[in-house]
Each structure stands twice: as structure tokens, then as C-alpha cells.
């Protein structure tokens, strides 16, 4: 009865599980045919959607395949096509390593800020190594230009059409001059038009018809443009054997006319670019020997140690933005206040400590002021290590101003000359209209007399020691934008900083600023023809024989030191 029992059951259980079985297939069949549908309709949604079929072959294929998807994309006419293809040329379109998801970087600090590429939606911050790159080939990127400039050209600001057709000129073919010959009749901005006009007279120097030749250089000789000036020179060249490329006498007359007219105006801009580079250097050189006037002009002191104070505001820069790495443009103005905090504090102990028991004994003064810069250079160099460190530049310091294609001017040297004019009218007020610069101007024409009024002289001797440190600090700030952070930075500032204030005139300002930007300018000049070493050399020789005329300088300034 037993075994009949047993017999049952598992004949039961046979029969229910006969049962449920087919119902378990059923479902797992039905899933799996949900999952091949919603890959299907993916994949269909896929063809049915040119640009989403683009964008992955643009990152899945070969290069042939980006090629294609490119031009694809860009005939779409999607909202977003532009800017994919803007970042796929400036190497910015990357593909999530995960869920090959194309996305737009952009570089913050240490990773990357990314953004959806066909929506925009922002995906937050992620690590390189999150990132593949989609790399592109040089002919990819040249055609990649021409398709930017065709899609530009339909945009609604003058700028981005400008940008557009600026970027045509170099490689316009007949599909593009027919382009443009229709825009010219529906563009109403004049430098979008002059920059056609230039491309058509580019075409217009090949044509067969001399007297559109002719014309057509008449037109060119107008323009301070290196293509237009590439092309005429090419027409006086001579070949191996030594005759002349162009066999028409006359073109090559005109071609001679019109090069000499634009080498005038390419003079005149090279000029401006030189006095630019010139003031850029002379404000270098006057945030470096301002705070030297200071100290050197009102106490007498020989500082060797100015370099390195230099060096410490340098470093607070590096420190901030280690410190802020997504927020580079933030640490650098935040880093202005810390430098001259910390120069202005280390300044104060150096003249507590060791200056004020050297007053007049200069000579003391230079060997204890030079073994404390190889202290702080040993300092520095046990904290951070000898090598140099590289200081991100905040990107509204990036890139240059282009005016033409004769002129630029890089933005980080206009804001080193700003921010030099601007330190410089900070402390002319703090000296003209606070207490503490009557005081020091006061200790500074007569120390004896300031004491017998009542002026705590000792006080403001660190005070000033201070100040002038601090604005080498502040200086430092300004030289990491332009080279980099190491243990050695200050020293190759230091014996310009003594000559712009001997130059200048001892503890005079106004002679501090005149004679940085003279001598930046003076150096600029000789560079091209002397080259920069020699360049160095002959300044120096010529305000050795300078001070044998004038001993006090451009502006001689009444005080001890000049007294002295």
C-alpha cells in the first residue's frame, strides 16, 4: 500500500511538472522574443534615423566609415550636427568605454566634463580613463573644416559666418565659389563680403584672361592677408634653373607693385607686435622690481632674497590650483591675496629676524639675505622636489587676439600688462593716501626727523619690508602664467630687477615703471637683430654707461638711500 502510495504521488508530481513546463518555456520564449524585438526596433529605429546610424559608425567604424558618417551627419540638417562635427575636429568627441555612448569632453582639472552629443543633456564628471577618443586623420579634418564653413555659413551671426568663409580661403573649389557666389547676393555684413571678395580675387589669379589677373592683384593688394600674399609672391619666384615661374613680364610687374604695398603695412603691424611683446616683457620686469624699489629705495636694503619671495607666490598659484582643480580660473584670482599674504608674512619674518640687526652694514645685509634665498630654494625644493611645475593658464587667458592676419596679440601677456598697471595704481595709493605710506614716505626722506615726530620707524621698516615682499609675491602669481613653477624661477629675475631700479631711479615708482617698459621694449627691438643673450648684454652695458652720467637714475628720488 505503501509503495502504491509512493507510486502515486511521484506519478503526480510527473504529471504537474509535464504541465508546468511547457508554461516555463512559454515565458522564457517570451521574453527572449521581447529582447530580439526591442533589439530589433532599436536597430530599425536605427536605419529609420539617419543621424543616430551615423553617429555610430563614427565611432564604431573604420576611417572610411567616419569619412562617410561625417558627411552624412552633416547632411542631416539635426540641430546638433554642427557641434558634433566642431568637436569631432577639435578632438573633443569621445565614446563612454562602457555604454559607447557619444559624448562632448571637455577638459576640467584632472577628468572631463562630458555631455550627451545628441541631445546635450550634461552627464557630469568622469576620469580619462572612462573616455576613448574618436580619432580623425589629417584629410579627415581638412574636409571636416570645409563641411563646418558650408554649415556656418547658414548661421544668423555675422561672427560665425565671418569664421566661416574665413575658412574657405585657402580651399575653395568650384562647388564652394558657386556657393558663395549665391550667399554674396543675400549677405548684408561688410567684412563677410570683403572675405568673399578676397576668395573670388584669390580664383581670379588663375584664371587664363590676363586682364582678370591684372584686376584681380589690384583687388588683393588691399588686404592684409598671408594667403593673398603667399599667392602674389608666388608669381616673382624663380625656379632651380633661375627663371621666373610666371612668364608674363607685366603680371609679375604688378605682382612686384602689389607685394611692396603690403610688405609696408606687414612692417607697421610687425612694429605694433614688437612694442606689444616689449610691454608685455616691461611689465614682467616692473612687477619684479617694484617691490625691490620699496625696500631697497626707502630702507637701504640689498635683498637677495627678492627672487625667491617671487618664487613663493609662484608656488601658492600651483598650490590653489592643486588645491581647485575645477575652478582654475577661481584659484588663480584667489591666488592673488594668498601670495601677497604669504610673501608679505615670510618678508616681515626675514626683517625681524635678521634685518634689523644689520642696519647699515650693507654688506652683511647682501650675504644674509642671499643665504636666506638658498634657504628657501633648498625649502621649496624638499616640499615640492627640484622640478618644475606646470601651472594650468584659466581659459579666459588662453589663445590671442587675431586682428588680421598681420597681428596677434596673446591674451595672457595683455593680462600680465593689466594686472601690472593695475598693482601699480594699488600701491601708489596705498603710499599716497593710507597712514602707513606717509610714514614710509616720511622714513624715506628723513629717518631721523619721522623718529623725532613720533614715527615708530622699527614698525615701519617691517611694515615696508612687508609690502614690498608681499608684491613680489603678487608678481610671482603673474610669472606662472607665462613660465614655469621651479626652485630656480626667481633667480632669473633678480639682476633685472636691481638693474629696471637703478635704471629707474632708487625708490622712485614712477621710475620703476618707465624704466621696466623701456627696457622691455629695448630688449624686444635688439632680439631679432642680436639675438636675446647679446640683446641682454648690450642693455646692460648701456645702463652701466648711463648711471656713469646719471648715478640716481632716470628720476632721483631725496631719502636715505639716495643720500647714502
Avoid at 98 to 106: G, L, P
Avoid at 315 to 337: C, D, F, K, N, R
Avoid at 406 to 416: A, E, G, Q, V
Amino acid at each position: 500500500m505503501k509503495a502504491n502510495s509512493f507510486t502515486w504521488r511521484m506519478s503526480l508530481l510527473a504529471l504537474l511538472m509535464l504541465c508546468v513546463r511547457p508554461g516555463i518555456a512559454l515565458d522564457e520564449s517570451t521574453a527572449e522574443t521581447a529582447d530580439n524585438q526591442e533589439v530589433s526596433e532599436q536597430q530599425a529605429q536605427t536605419v529609420l534615423d539617419p543621424f543616430a546610424d551615423a553617429l555610430a559608425r563614427l565611432l564604431l567604424g573604420s576611417m572610411k566609415d567616419r569619412e562617410q558618417a561625417s558627411e552624412q551627419i552633416s547632411m542631416t540638417g539635426h540641430p546638433r550636427s554642427l557641434l558634433i562635427l566642431e568637436a569631432l575636429l577639435d578632438s573633443r568627441l569621445y565614446a563612454l568605454r562602457d555604454k559607447q555612448t557619444a559624448v562632448i569632453a571637455t577638459e576640467v582639472g584632472q577628468g572631463y566634463r562630458i555631455a550627451e552629443a545628441s541631445t546635450g543633456a550634461d552627464l557630469g564628471l568622469v576620469d580619462r580613463s572612462d573616455l576613448s577618443k574618436v580619432n580623425i586623420t589629417n584629410s579627415l579634418r581638412t574636409k571636416l573644416r570645409k563641411k563646418i564653413a558650408l554649415l556656418q555659413l547658414q548661421s544668423d551671426d555675422a561672427s560665425v559666418r565671418h569664421s566661416a568663409v574665413n575658412a574657405m580661403v585657402k580651399t575653395a573649389d568650384a562647388k564652394t565659389l558657386e556657393l558663395l557666389k549665391e550667399h554674396e547676393s543675400t549677405e548684408q555684413d561688410a567684412e563677410v563680403l570683403s572675405t568673399i571678395r578676397l576668395i573670388f580675387a584669390l580664383h581670379d589669379l588663375q584664371n587664363s584672361d590676363k586682364s582678370v589677373r591684372l584686376n584681380a592683384m589690384d583687388t588683393l593688394k588691399e588686404y592684409n592677408s598671408l594667403e593673398a600674399y603667399n599667392r602674389l609672391n608666388a608669381l616673382v619666384e624663380k625656379d632651380s634653373a633661375g627663371n621666373f615661374i610666371e612668364t608674363d613680364t607685366e603680371v609679375r610687374k604688378k605682382a612686384q607693385a602689389a607685394l611692396k604695398k603690403i610688405d609696408a603695412r606687414l612692417q607697421f603691424y610687425s612694429s605694433i607686435e614688437t612694442v606689444f611683446f616689449g610691454l608685455s616683457l616691461g611689465a614682467v620686469l616692473v612687477l619684479a622690481a617694484i617691490g625691490l624699489a620699496i625696500t631697497f629705495g626707502v630702507m637701504g636694503v640689498i635683498n637677495m632674497a627678492h627672487g625667491e619671495l617671487m618664487m613663493l607666490g609662484a608656488y601658492t598659484t600651483y598650490v590653489m590650483q592643486q588645491i581647485m582643480p575645477h575652478h582654475i580660473g577661481l584659484s588663480v584670482i584667489l591666488a592673488i591675496p594668498s601670495a601677497f599674504m604669504i610673501s608679505a608674512l615670510v618678508g616681515v619674518a626675514i626683517e625681524r629676524g635678521i634685518i634689523r640687526f644689520l642696519y647699515g652694514r650693507p654688506l652683511e645685509t647682501l650675504l644674509a639675505t642671499f643665504g636666506i634665498s638658498l634657504f628657501l630654494q633648498q625649502t621649496v625644493r624638499s616640499i615640492f622636489s627640484p622640478l618644475n611645475r606646470s601651472v594650468t593658464t584659466p581659459v579666459w587667458m588662453s589663445g590671442s587676439w587675431q586682428i588680421n592676419d598681420f597681428l596677434s596679440l596673446t591674451w595672457n601677456r595683455f593680462y600680465i600688462v593689466l594686472f601690472c598697471l593695475l598693482v601699480f595704481a594699488a600701491l601708489l595709493q596705498i603710499l599716497k593716501k593710507t597712514r602707513l605710506g606717509l610714514e614710509v614716505r616720511a622714513v624715506a626722506q628723513n629717518r631721523n626727523m619721522a623718529k623725532a615726530m613720533g614715527i615708530p620707524t622699527a614698525r615701519v621698516d617691517a611694515m615696508t619690508f612687508g609690502l614690498g615682499s608681499g608684491i613680489a609675491g603678487v608678481a610671482g602669481v603673474a610669472l606662472s602664467q607665462i613660465t614655469n613653477v621651479g626652485p630656480n624661477l626667481g633667480q632669473n629675475y633678480i639682476v633685472d630687477s636691481f638693474m629696471v631700479v637703478v635704471f629707474g631711479g632708487v625708490g622712485n615708482l614712477w621710475g620703476t615703471l618707465v624704466a621696466g617698459f623701456s627696457l622691455g621694449i629695448a630688449n624686444k627691438i635688439l632680439e631679432p637683430h642680436a639675438g636675446a643673450v647679446l640683446a641682454k648684454i648690450l642693455v646692460l652695458v648701456f645702463i652701466i654707461l648711463f648711471i656713469q652720467k646719471r648715478p640716481r637714475g632716470l628720476f632721483p628720488q631725496k631719502g636715505r638711500a639716495a643720500e647714502a
